[in-house]
């Protein structure tokens, strides 16, 4: 009885753990996954790609609209960024042009990011949580209930998304105004450099945001 009471309560945060992680995986690492594997591992065109890999992000969020009648964040923010995709793959000619339309996919994230930090469910939190809580079944506990009773931890959690989605929309601005302005040349190694450099500061501004509400969980 002992060893299936242990193998129970080490099991559970696993299982805690999965449950939280399972929209991350399924609604962004999937799609981006298919994304890569068609387009850069058998050379389908960037179009059909983008297709392919909305499959799933379109049906889930149908799927939640038509069950639970309500909108799927993650999965309808994966959606907006693969239809900008397409949108923009059409944008050929100029060489700044095409460095310019990449902030495009970052323009909408970012915004999508910064608009959930002023609604009921920021969009972070679906990364955040799990991170936080680790899958312990007392932590998450801690978390549901602060986020229904706590204002201080709201406003926290919003606060979070908030620091990504302008980091995010910064590094767009950035990058189309270097698309113009500074030589192609420059730009094309620039571009990735903005990217990791808006994600770093991201992580930066955000430490004591997450110091602030794990400290709320462990009171």
């Known amino acids: 009885m002992t060893q299936v009471m242990t193998v129970r309560k080490t099991s559970a945060p696993k299982n805690n753990l999965k449950a939280a992680l399972t929209p991350l995986v399924v609604d962004i690492a999937v799609p981006f996954g298919v994304y890569y594997l068609a387009h850069k591992g058998f050379g389908v065109s960037l179009v059909a790609s983008l297709a392919l890999s909305s499959v799933i992000p379109g049906a889930r969020t149908v ?20 239809l900008v995709g397409i949108a923009l793959s059409f944008v050929t000619g100029d060489p700044r042009l095409m460095i310019a339309k990449d902030s495009g996919i970052s323009s909408v994230i970012g915004l999508a990011v910064l608009v959930s930090a002023f609604r009921a469910r920021p969009l972070m939190t679906a990364g955040l949580k799990p991170f936080i809580t680790k899958g312990d079944a007392a932590r998450t506990a801690a978390w ?3 986020a229904t009773g706590s204002a201080r931890f709201r406003t926290l959690e919003r606060r979070y998304s908030a620091i990504w989605g302008a980091a995010l929309l910064a ?22 450099v903005l990217v990791v450099g808006a994600i770093g500061a991201a992580i930066a501004l955000t430490i004591p945001t997450i110091q602030s509400i794990e400290k709320l969980l462990e009171n």
């Not at 038509?66 to 907006?80: I, K, Q």
């Not at 590094?171 to 990735?192: I, N």
């Open 63 to 82: 799927w939640s609209a038509l069950r639970d009648r309500s909108f799927n964040g993650l999965a309808g923010l994966m959606l907006a960024v693969n």
């Open 144 to 146: 549901d209930a602060l």
């Open 171 to 192: 590094e767009c601005a950035v990058r189309v105004a270097g698309a113009f302005l500074l030589p192609v040349e420059t730009m094309a190694w620039l571009s990735g």
